[in-house]
């Protein structure tokens, strides 16, 4: 089941299509708009408005993918997590927070911060900052708190990585 070399992997996701996807797009400023986490089989959890799904990793084609170096148990546990994290609400409600707490950085609000530290809901992007911290991976060490992510996150994690396909987007 957890076979593929892309098993934990992080999947940026760049055509969007919908009107919503070029919202996010283009309010973030960013070629990425969705986020998705690899579980094995080709299967992915993707947190999208409806709840957390799992679908094929076909239809995100063109995903960007990371490359990270995880360990297997690394690799296990991203996709572990984030399957048990299937079915849960679309935290539509998390883009405030995380426009706050990335605005205001160490002088979030506590009440913010546990807000985005939730475990009820989640968007796409807070769902794979979390699948990585559960690993023990931290890719943000910018001084923004937990969860405070969207997908242009990632963009710049993975143009430093070298990972982006057109250099710096």
């Known amino acids: 089941m957890f076979d593929s070399d892309l098993t934990g992997q992080i ?5 969007a299509v919908g009107f919503w996807p070029r919202v996010i797009a283009h309010v973030t400023a960013s070629p990425a708009h969705h986020v998705i986490i690899h579980v094995g089989a080709g299967q992915c959890i993707s947190a999208e408005p ?21 360990t297997r148990k690394q690799r296990l546990s991203i996709a572990f997590w984030a399957r048990n994290r299937y079915g849960r609400p679309y935290n539509y409600a998390a883009f405030v927070a995380i426009g706050v707490a990335l605005m205001l950085k160490r002088s979030t609000p506590e009440w913010v911060e546990r807000f985005l530290m939730t475990d009820r809901s989640y968007e796409c992007a807070q769902l794979a900052d979390a699948a990585l911290m559960h690993a ?3 890719v943000f060490r910018d001084g923004r708190p937990y969860g405070a ?7 710049k994690v993975w143009e430093h990585f070298g990972w982006w396909p057109d250099g710096p987007a």
Request: glycine content about 16%; overall charge positive.
């Open 11 to 15: 999947g940026l996701v760049v055509k």
């Open 50 to 70: 409806g709840g957390t799904r799992l679908r094929p990793v076909r239809d995100f084609p063109g995903a960007v993918w990371s490359r990270f170096p995880f």
């Open 136 to 138: 023990g991976v931290h």
């Open 149 to 155: 992510v969207y997908p242009g996150s990632f963009v």
